[in-house]
């Protein structure tokens, strides 16, 4: 499993980043670690490839696309 910080520019308030929380949720294979406002980032545990790609489309079918 790697953690990694996502770049994520929509992000604007703690609303957004629980929003992104619940979203990854229903990704199997990437666990929410934290999430910061101030610099617009969400890191996360992820167990595969196939993982990262499910969750950069659910992030961005929910309004925050990953840049």
């Known amino acids: 499993m790697a953690e990694i910080t996502l770049s994520i520019p929509n992000i604007s308030c703690h609303h957004c980043i629980m929003t992104i929380k619940r979203e990854s949720g229903f990704v199997d294979g990437a666990e929410f670690v ?10 996360f545990n992820i167990k595969s490839d196939a993982a990262l ?5 659910a992030l961005a079918e929910a309004g925050y696309p990953v840049q």
């Open 53 to 57: 790609d499910a969750l950069k489309a």
């Open 34 to 43: 934290s999430g910061d406002v101030e610099a617009r980032t969400a890191t």
